[in-house]
């Protein structure tokens, strides 16, 4: 069965099609034929970067099997889901070699970081969301191999979405980290920063990681406070983005700030004020007389400060 997963916002990593049937993840002989299927193909990974075959006009992310043995698999292969039928499972698995050594002697097959496939065009429909699932559960195996509870090494059960300890019996599930993510606004206003890791002239949205016991609405209200000394009153859900670096589920809102005067704390931004939507409506189109600009479009960032200017 493939899952009706339609695309309406435009930024990367959404829209994943593949039906990831977890009832079935935990019968260990169903995997097995699955994953000895004809029909099986995968998401290979070296040294984080996607193995792409690089002949057609866009990348080709799914390979056989076969591809993966006969170079040699780093640690065990989890399950995506199935795509077009339950006889087309996808499982994703990181191959044991350099990528100097994959791309020399594989002609016709490039590594490509996640970030960089994403700004390409023309890929089909959920191929970055199968690629963000497949990166993040990897990376969770990859840093995650011992029990947190006594250190013993634990092993992987369930597809690829547990791993069990069997020395206490520790039961450990992959984690998604949840980033509040908001375009704050007063007016005809909205409020950009701009911290260090951003290219030179790049402003965008606040963000910042929920932490426990704390609902969406009040980490988007901590989070502008503490970096902007802004204060925020409604809050609303726009949109999610998985952000697969490595684990990431950014959650896009907007807020309506109470405050104007901004109390920057330089050690989270280099920059931060308030940008007309004139502005940032040249920043969109790259005109901006200071050479300002928004990020770019595979992020959702860019969809926050792009619908609000389009929705006036």
Known sequence: MTIDSPMPFGFAFQGNPLDRQSEHRGDAAWLARHRDSAAARYVFFCEGRVVADVRGETPGLLQPRAFGDRIGLDGEDVLLGFGDSDAAPVFAARLAVSVEALETDTPGVKCIDVRSLAAQAGLPAGDLGMVAQASSLLHWHATHRFCSRCGAESAMTQGGYRRDCPACGGLHFPRTDP?????????????????????????????????????????????????????????????????????????????TATTRAITMDESELEACRWFSRDEVRAMLADTHPDGVRVPPALSIAHWLIRTWVERG
Not at 180 to 188: C, K, Q, R
């Open 179 to 255: 980033v509040a993510i908001m375009l704050v606004t007063h007016g005809d206003d909205c409020l950009l920063g701009r911290p260090p890791r951003l290219p030179e002239g790049v402003h965008s949205t606040l963000a910042g990681f929920i932490e426990p016991g704390e609902t969406i609405e009040e980490a988007v209200r901590r989070e502008v406070f503490e970096e902007a000394g802004i204060h925020v009153g409604a809050v609303s859900y726009l949109a999610s983005q998985p952000w697969p670096f490595p684990a990431s589920l950014m959650i896009g809102c907007q807020g």
